[in-house]
């Protein structure tokens, strides 16, 4: 294993971390003797799995249901001061129920400190104002660092790269968990910002949200050799030194093999991956053409400014990795997740294209006469059942 400075933390980060997220036994707390002995057997297999690889970095989260509960039946085997625990809790407008849920979890993970707690989900500037308002959840938060239950105070994010950057430079968060990867670069901005605060960057779901690598299409197989789609990914990431962490959502101990491919590849990344990278864009070049693949977000309102809510931005991209890269299953997952998502995936489908006037809003598109027709055919491949977020389900 490799570790990188985590910012302002000083902590020695894992370049991969464990995510907590996929082998608990359900997304909802149920009382303790409702889970099965071979849910709680494969949760602690893969605990040590990753600590014997290394990956002493363990995060989970509140919501994600009987994971900290499952968590707390292992950690007192470990020796405190080897495991880096993160959990993260979402922003209650009553701050008093953001610290009854922070004691709940020290409760249920059976630990007299957290290393890293995380607000979960400052996705909007309202959730930003109510965070960091006086007496809010950080006021709430930093009492409990006082008390020395806490270490380390950041915070996660699925919002947009703006508000993550205000975020930021509040200067009040000792790190950040966003998404960022090869097919998702819009929050590098945020990176830099997090670099000159000194702030920790853990990247969250590269393989699931960064495009269900674990079940990559043949066309995006063989646009990554000699590289897997998961490997050149975990690569491409951890190339850049502002990154210092990757999330593996492991639900089974075998999950961690994959990934570990990629720690021998690190001081080659160099060599390795710019011969890939130029297959990948001319791909996109190929099929999309140049011009579309170098301008088609410029000019492109935010949902907030569109009619209808559209995520215009979303529904267009996923059809480009459609298009360039057959990536379907994935641009379905998460086409069919707008309108469900709430502010963890904000704005709606093109369901509803045909009663709408986009002209106003792709005023400033060079595209603007074809954007109504690509919305429609992004629709008529996509559109399906409507899904949720896995911790609605």
Same mark, same amino acid.
């Given at each position: 294993m490799q570790y990188r400075r985590? #910012?302002?933390?000083g902590?020695?980060?894992?370049v991969f971390?464990?995510?907590g997220?996929r082998?608990q036994?359900? !997304?909802?707390?149920v009382?303790a !003797?409702? &889970?099965?002995q071979?849910?709680q057997?494969?949760?602690e297999?893969?605990?040590k799995?990753a600590l014997a690889?290394?990956?002493?970095?363990i995060?989970?989260?509140?919501?994600?249901?009987t994971?900290?509960?499952?968590?707390?039946r292992?950690?007192?085997?470990?020796?405190?001061? +080897?495991?880096?625990?993160q959990?993260?809790?979402s922003?209650k +407008?009553?701050?008093?129920?953001?610290?009854?849920?922070?004691?709940?979890s020290?409760k249920l993970l059976?630990?007299?400190?957290?290393?890293l707690?995380?607000?979960?989900?400052i996705?909007?500037p309202e959730?930003?104002h109510?965070s960091?308002r006086p007496g809010g959840c950080?006021?709430?938060?930093?009492?409990?660092?006082?008390?020395?239950k &806490?270490?380390?105070?950041g915070?996660?994010?699925?919002g947009?790269?703006?508000t993550?950057?205000?975020t930021?430079e509040t200067d009040?968060?000792?790190y950040?968990?966003?998404h960022w990867?090869?097919i998702?670069?819009d929050?590098w901005?945020?990176?830099?910002?997090a670099k000159?605060?000194d702030?920790?960057v853990f990247?969250?779901?590269?393989s699931?949200? #960064? #495009?269900q690598?674990y079940n990559p299409?043949?066309?995006?197989? +063989?646009?990554c050799?000699?590289l897997?789609?998961?490997?050149?990914?975990?690569l491409?990431?951890?190339?850049?030194?502002?990154?210092h962490?990757?999330s593996i959502?492991?639900?089974?101990?075998?999950?961690?093999? +994959?990934?570990?491919?990629t720690?021998?590849l690190?001081d080659?990344?160099a060599?390795v991956?710019?011969?890939?990278l130029?297959?990948?864009?001319?791909?996109a070049?190929?099929?999309?053409?140049?011009e !579309?693949?170098?301008t088609?977000r410029? #000019?492109?309102?935010?949902?907030?400014?569109t009619?209808?809510?559209?995520? &215009?931005?979303?529904?267009?991209?996923l059809?480009?990795?459609v298009?360039?890269?057959d990536?379907?299953?994935?641009a379905?997952?998460?086409y069919?997740?707008?309108?469900?998502?709430?502010?963890w995936f904000?704005?709606q489908?093109a369901?509803?294209l045909?009663?709408?006037n986009l002209k106003d809003c792709l005023k400033?598109?060079?595209?603007a006469?074809k954007?109504?027709?690509?919305?429609a055919d992004?629709h008529?491949?996509l559109?399906g059942?409507?899904?949720?977020r896995?911790?609605s389900?």
């Amino acid at each position: 294993m490799q570790y990188r400075r985590f #910012g302002r933390t000083g902590l020695p980060m894992p370049v991969f971390s464990c995510g907590g997220m996929r082998y608990q036994f359900s !997304w909802q707390d149920v009382p303790a !003797w409702q &889970i099965s002995q071979e849910s709680q057997d494969n949760l602690e297999a893969t605990i040590k799995t990753a600590l014997a690889a290394g990956i002493n970095h363990i995060e989970t989260a509140r919501g994600y249901g009987t994971s900290e509960l499952q968590l707390g039946r292992i950690f007192p085997q470990f020796p405190r001061d +080897e495991i880096i625990i993160q959990t993260k809790v979402s922003p209650k +407008e009553n701050a008093a129920d953001f610290r009854r849920d922070v004691e709940k979890s020290l409760k249920l993970l059976k630990l007299d400190y957290i290393d890293l707690l995380g607000l979960h989900g400052i996705n909007t500037p309202e959730l930003l104002h109510q965070s960091i308002r006086p007496g809010g959840c950080l006021d709430e938060a930093r009492k409990l660092q006082a008390q020395g239950k &806490i270490r380390f105070i950041g915070f996660s994010t699925h919002g947009d790269t703006n508000t993550i950057v205000k975020t930021i430079e509040t200067d009040q968060f000792d790190y950040v968990n966003l998404h960022w990867y090869y097919i998702l670069q819009d929050n590098w901005a945020a990176i830099e910002a997090a670099k000159k605060h000194d702030v920790g960057v853990f990247i969250i779901s590269p393989s699931d949200k #960064g #495009g269900q690598l674990y079940n990559p299409p043949a066309k995006l197989v +063989e646009l990554c050799k000699p590289l897997s789609p998961m490997v050149f990914n975990d690569l491409f990431c951890l190339s850049h030194s502002q990154v210092h962490t990757l999330s593996i959502g492991a639900a089974k101990p075998a999950d961690f093999d +994959e990934h570990l491919k990629t720690l021998p590849l690190l001081d080659q990344a160099a060599e390795v991956l710019p011969p890939i990278l130029h297959r990948l864009e001319q791909e996109a070049i190929n099929c999309l053409g140049e011009e !579309w693949v170098k301008t088609w977000r410029v #000019g492109l309102p935010t949902y907030h400014d569109t009619p209808g809510n559209i995520n &215009i931005i979303a529904i267009l991209w996923l059809r480009n990795l459609v298009l360039a890269y057959d990536m379907l299953d994935f641009a379905k997952a998460r086409y069919n997740l707008l309108g469900n998502g709430g502010h963890w995936f904000p704005g709606q489908n093109a369901g509803h294209l045909d009663q709408l006037n986009l002209k106003d809003c792709l005023k400033n598109s060079p595209h603007a006469d074809k954007i109504p027709y690509l919305l429609a055919d992004a629709h008529r491949l996509l559109a399906g059942e409507a899904r949720q977020r896995l911790s609605s389900s």
